[in-house]
Structures are given as structure tokens and as C-alpha cells.
């Protein structure tokens, strides 16, 4: 186990509806990205957080954004759920500036109707 | 961030090593490589990261020539736990300017009894 935990772990949500999506980041790291896996894809980049700002940002409308908290736990939230949105989505969390690698939680399956 | 290339799939029977080799031509300075493997429905977990020559660790090696520009993972002989999607990433993780993150469509392994 990493020690990064994501809430809920399976949602259904339908089309226009608004979603938010929640990752503890295991102890001691600081900064949290959020990933996107569709089905029979490899996970793609939706942004980063640190020190509660975004720190980077994947090919993703404003419709995904974020927020990260001072104990560095971190929310994703997308407005206006599209059909294609449904997807397995990732929190990984790492600590700056060192070269240790990121770890991801479990994963959030959204399915959208 | 460097584009990487792996085989679509592989097999493998019980017991043997497995190789896997990822491309990575247009390798940066800074850039490590990191390969992680993923069960269906489950967030990426960490198996190895190198920058040059070998590392090893309890589970994998990792082999890196000199020009960097591929990576070869070893897992030495695998059982049928070891099924699953193995991607290699490239990238100067947690430096400054680390900000975008690239997955490609990863190799997924199918261990044969």
C-alpha cells in the first residue's frame, strides 16, 4: 500500500452534472497530481498541485480544476460531466524537489450516463 | 517530455525472466526513468527508476546504456501475479520545471502457466 487513499471509489453521475473527487496524499508529500485513464489507455496528465496551487496542467478544459489543501490533501472537480469523461481518475502524490517518484492511489471510477 | 515506446503485449510462461524494453530517444539531461506496473482497475505501483548503468532492486532491474536513449526491465522469473501493464515514463520528476507527465499505452504482460 502507498498510503495515498482516494473517495469515492466508484461513482455514476449523468451528463451536465458536476463531480468532485477527493486524495489524501500519503504522509510527508506535498505535492499532488491528478490523472485521467480511460479504458485500454495509459493514464494522462490532468494537472499538478503545490502549495495549493496548480503547478502544471495537462490538455484539459477549465471544466477540470482542482484545489489542494494546507495538510496537502486535494480535490478534483469537473463541471458539466461529459459522456467521454467517464474514466478511471488518479491522485499521485510525491515530495518536491527530491527524485522519488510519485505514488497513486487506488483510483476513482466515474462512470457518466 | 521524451516520448516513449514500448511493445503493445507480451507472453511469457512461469517461471521465466521477461524483459521489456522501452525506447526513449529524445532523453533529457535531467529526465529519469521510471517503470510502474498496474493491475486493471488499480493505481499504477512503483517497481524501479534509474538514471544510467544498472539498478536492482527486490523485485526488478533496470538496465540503462549509456546513451539512455532505451531502458530494458527485468523482471526475473515471473509467476502469474506478475500479469499486468508495465509503462515506462520518462521525465525529471519533481524537478522545477517537472510539470507535465506522459504515460504511453504501456506493455501489458500475460504470464502462461
Known amino acids: 500500500e502507498t498510503g495515498v487513499t482516494q473517495s469515492p471509489t466508484h461513482l455514476i453521475k449523468t451528463r451536465g452534472q458536476q463531480v468532485t473527487l477527493r486524495c489524501s496524499s500519503q504522509?510527508?508529500?506535498?505535492?499532488v497530481s491528478w490523472y485521467q485513464q480511460a479504458l485500454g489507455q495509459g493514464p494522462q496528465f490532468i494537472f499538478q498541485y503545490y502549495r495549493e496551487e496548480e503547478n502544471g496542467r495537462g490538455n484539459f478544459p477549465p471544466r477540470f480544476s482542482g484545489l489542494q489543501f494546507p495538510n496537502y490533501s486535494s480535490e478534483l472537480n469537473v463541471n458539466a460531466l461529459e459522456l467521454d469523461d467517464s474514466a478511471l481518475y488518479l491522485c499521485a502524490s510525491s515530495l518536491r524537489d527530491t527524485k522519488e517518484t510519485q505514488y497513486f492511489g487506488p483510483g476513482t471510477r466515474l462512470l457518466v450516463l | 517530455l521524451a516520448k516513449t515506446t514500448q511493445p503493445i503485449s507480451m507472453d511469457s510462461y512461469e517461471g521465466q525472466e521477461v524483459n521489456i524494453t522501452c525506447s526513449h530517444n529524445?532523453?533529457?539531461?535531467?529526465?529519469?526513468i521510471t517503470w510502474y506496473q498496474q493491475f486493471p482497475s488499480q493505481g499504477p505501483r512503483f517497481i524501479i527508476q534509474?538514471?544510467?548503468t544498472k539498478v536492482t532492486n527486490e523485485v526488478a532491474s533496470l538496465f540503462i546504456p549509456a546513451d539512455r536513449k532505451s531502458s530494458t526491465l527485468s523482471l526475473p522469473r515471473v509467476s502469474l501475479s506478475d500479469t499486468a501493464v508495465y509503462y515506462c515514463l520518462v521525465g525529471a520528476l519533481n524537478s522545477g520545471g517537472y510539470q507535465k507527465v506522459t504515460f504511453g499505452t504501456g506493455t501489458k504482460l500475460q504470464v502462461i502457466p
Open positions: 534509474g538514471y544510467k
Open positions: 529524445n532523453i533529457a539531461t535531467n529526465d529519469y
Open positions: 504522509s510527508g508529500h506535498n505535492t
